[in-house]
């Protein structure tokens, strides 16, 4: 199955700040497009830790991702990078980004649900 990235079903759309989510099996995706300055911490807010609860594993299609992980240790990924972050992580995009991740559907959907609700 595939599907072109902008007609995934929209998850959240705020203006530049816009995800796409989709669950096959047990896995889910998603495709995010963040403008310069965006701060996922807000969206973390009421997980545990207020952190991001999923692993993903993913790659960086423009800009790049500022991840500060459970530990403390900060590492950026850049365009073109493939990643794999643990759960626990929080992050920034300070000159905005462009990223697809997957990880467990049930995860992923906790931080779906979570995301979601600060703007119902």
Not at 24 to 29: I, N, P, S, T, V
Not at 42 to 70: M, Q, Y
Request: proline share 6%; net charge negative; glycine share 12%.
């Amino acid at each position: 199955m595939g599907i072109e990235l902008d007609r995934l079903p929209v998850e959240i759309d705020q203006g530049e700040f816009v995800t796409r989510y989709v669950e096959w099996g047990d896995m889910a995706l998603r495709y995010a497009r963040v403008p310069a300055g965006a701060d996922m911490g807000p969206l973390l807010a009421g997980l545990p830790n207020d952190r991001c609860p999923s692993e993903h594993w993913g790659v960086v299609l423009a800009g790049a991702i500022k991840l500060t992980h459970a530990d403390g240790s900060v590492e950026v990924a850049s365009a073109g990078e493939a990643y794999y972050w643990p759960a626990g992580h929080t992050g920034v995009s300070e000159r905005g980004a462009a990223f697809i991740e997957i990880g467990p559907v049930e995860d992923m959907r906790a931080f779906s649900e979570n995301a979601k609700s600060k703007f119902a």
